[in-house]
């Protein structure tokens, strides 16, 4: 198995320096994920790139994160499902809320339910929605911007999701709290 490293402001590629210090004001740390993915400037200045843009998106901070949870669990991402459900927390999605998200359920709240089906949704399917899914969403209050909107958290969270998978990095302590393991 390949070893990827975790690189530090210090060690890691020159291009790759600012996003690192960027992520750490931002965070308060630089975290795994990110320290990997700066083997690469690319894929790092993609992913904080988008990362911002969804930042200035439509949606509140828990509904980003309940994106970003539906996701993940999609994609068994552990490391993300960690993280995800910390900065949810952080940003105070109720604890039941958070609980049915982990485990892939419809949260009681309905933004948050038609949010997190439709995520779900598009990633099961690559894309390819009924129009009872767009429907359903657009019933809950949301407009087809945001319905197009939800692509760039889908795809920010890909990014990171995709990276833990291909890196197995180590989920950071301040995730630990949180720490998931996919059903079977």
């Known amino acids: 198995m390949t070893e990827f490293n975790i690189h530090t ?8 320096k600012p996003a690192l210090e960027q992520l750490k004001k931002h965070v308060g740390f630089i975290p795994n994920l990110a320290a990997t993915m700066a ?14 843009i969804s930042g200035r998106g439509t949606f509140t901070p828990v509904e980003r994160e309940a994106v970003a ?4 669990f999609e994609n068994n991402c552990t490391y993300c499902m960690a993280a995800h ?4 927390k952080m940003n ?8 049915l998200l ?7 709240s309905p933004r948050l339910r038609a949010l997190s089906s439709l995520a779900h949704q598009v990633v099961r399917s690559k894309g390819h929605l009924a129009s009872e899914d ?6 809950a209050g949301f407009s087809q911007a945001q319905l197009l909107e939800v692509l760039v958290g889908i795809s920010t969270t890909a990014i990171a999701n995709y990276m833990h998978n291909i890196a197995k990095t180590p989920v950071d302590e301040a995730f630990q709290a949180q720490s998931w393991t996919a059903s079977s």
């Not at 459900?85 to 949810?88: D, L």
């Not at 767009?134 to 019933?139: A, M, N, V």
Request: proline share 8%; hydrophobic share 35%.
């Open 9 to 16: 402001v210090e060690s890691a590629p020159e291009d790759s």
């Open 39 to 52: 083997e690469s400037p690319y894929l790092l200045e993609a992913f904080t790139s988008l990362r911002a």
């Open 69 to 72: 949870l539906a996701v993940s």
């Open 85 to 88: 459900s910390t900065f949810a």
């Open 92 to 99: 105070g999605i109720p604890e039941g809320e958070l609980s």
């Open 102 to 108: 982990r485990v892939g359920q419809s949260p009681s």
């Open 134 to 139: 767009i429907q359903g969403f657009l019933k």
